[in-house]
């Protein structure tokens, strides 16, 4: 396991944080038929079960019905954001022997476990029958690929800090739309004024929300390097810097929500930002899509920014599909992934889902202004991996320090949550 994270930690350093390290098994996907002799249903999972989240799939299945007219699409998916109840579904599947035709796996630490645990085909050669090496930008095939294989395309790349506001609300508490707070602190003190004026500073949601709200407050206090080292052991969890992001985690969800757990998901959360009861709400940029789906304006109903102190920085995530080992309908599942991996499949998803595409040759230009800035970020800012979102760690360790997340949000007990992260990071890192 430690080499894993010593991996991630020198791709994220690198500003390369797309990996799908390790696996020794000696699966291959090229006895399969190939896609055009594709027939039947092709069984698909992911948690893009409803709202905006829905239809970035609805877009990419059109591609996929026009790509394979003769095929069914078969929407296996689970609701719950970022898989919260997706991948426990999916985990007993695969250890029952009846995995669906392909799966979304985050990019990174967690499709990890899966090829540990041999459950994935080896898609090298599927990626060299589509061209696929000379579409992705050279140096993410290079971190794709491991012990020469590669298993999984990725469809998307996701940023996770970022902050929506309400541009009214801000502008009722005093507060400049257009510019945003630099630091922690300087945030905190914009809380601060928006609890002023009544209405709900920061709104987040239960669960996973707040180990994401975490994640980025780590990251502000900590820094680019204090961040990584959490995951790889450079950064001592015991240490007074983290003890002080803790803090600054407790301060910070001080100003939200008294009902957030009772919230069952994100999009409730954003919600509150688009009816004008909150200013703000942290939330990866799959909330771009739900802004244009409902008809929000940039500029004028809301607005957005990097999570203040991580200007500069870009959190990734990933969602990446895979073809499982046993999978009923192999062909069908390489029709699949080639709709995934093409400039048309990727355009039409990434436009309706608010993340940027992952293969250079997709058409962007008549993307929102905020996925363009997305796209010119991703190619300048450092990349760090996103804990909630299975790229810094694999999910036990992300389950184990999502329960003391959840605990702190009730008893606020900072040293009792630095002292069970760094237990956990101990556990996991050895
Ligand atoms: C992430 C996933 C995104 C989006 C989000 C909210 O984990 O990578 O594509 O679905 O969860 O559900």
């Not at 008294?258 to 939330?283: E, H, I």
């Amino acid at each position: 396991m430690r080499r894993s994270f010593k991996l991630l930690a020198a791709a994220a350093t690198l500003g390369l944080a797309l990996t799908g390290c390790g696996g020794s098994g000696d699966n291959s996907a090229d006895t399969a038929a190939p896609a055009s002799e594709a027939t039947g249903s092709v069984g698909v999972f992911t948690w893009w079960a409803d709202g905006s989240e829905k239809a970035g799939l609805d877009a990419l299945v059109d591609v996929f019905k026009t790509d394979y007219p003769d095929l069914t699409f078969d929407n296996l998916a689970v609701a719950g954001g970022a898989g919260s109840q997706a991948k426990s579904v999916l985990a007993a599947q695969l250890k029952a022997g009846t995995p669906p035709d392909s799966f979304q796996a985050h990019a990174g630490a967690e499709l990890q476990d899966y090829i540990d645990a041999d459950q994935l085909e080896d898609l090298t050669g599927f990626y060299e029958e589509n061209d696929l090496t000379s579409q992705f930008p050279a140096d993410l095939i290079d971190r794709l690929t491991v012990d020469g294989k590669i298993y999984s395309v990725p469809s998307n790349i996701h940023r996770s800090n970022v902050v929506w506001a309400n541009v009214d609300v801000l502008k009722d508490a005093g507060i400049d739309p257009e510019k945003p707070a630099e630091d922690l602190d300087a945030w905190i003190s914009d809380l601060e004024k928006v609890k002023k004026s009544g209405k709900t500073p920061l709104a987040v949601a239960g669960s996973w929300t707040q180990v994401q709200l975490f994640e980025n407050v780590l990251l502000a206090s900590l820094g680019v390097d204090g961040y990584n080292g959490l995951w790889d052991g450079a950064t001592d969890w015991k240490g007074e810097d983290v003890t002080k992001a803790i803090e600054s985690y407790k301060t910070v969800l001080s100003y939200t929500n008294s009902d957030r757990d009772s919230l069952s998901d994100w999009a409730p959360a954003t919600q509150l930002v688009q009816d004008g009861a909150a200013a703000y709400n942290l939330m990866g940029d799959w909330a771009e899509a739900k802004f244009t789906l409902d008809g929000d304006k940039a500029g004028t109903d809301y607005t957005y920014f990097p999570m203040p102190g991580t200007a500069g920085v870009f959190n990734f995530l990933a969602d990446s599909f895979t073809l499982p080992v046993g999978a009923p309908n192999p062909a069908g599942a390489k029709a699949w992934l080639t709709t995934i991996g093409s400039a048309e499949g990727q355009t039409a998803f990434n436009k309706v889902k608010g993340s940027i595409p992952a293969n250079t040759t997709a058409k962007t230009d008549d993307f929102s202004e905020y996925q363009k800035s997305a796209i010119a970020d991703f190619s300048k800012d450092q990349i760090v991996s996103s804990l909630a979102h299975g790229a810094a760690v694999p999910v036990a360790w992300l389950n184990e320090l999502s329960t003391a997340v959840s605990k702190f949000g009730g008893d606020g007990n900072v040293a009792t949550l630095q002292e069970s992260a760094g237990a956990t990071a101990e556990k996991f890192a050895e």
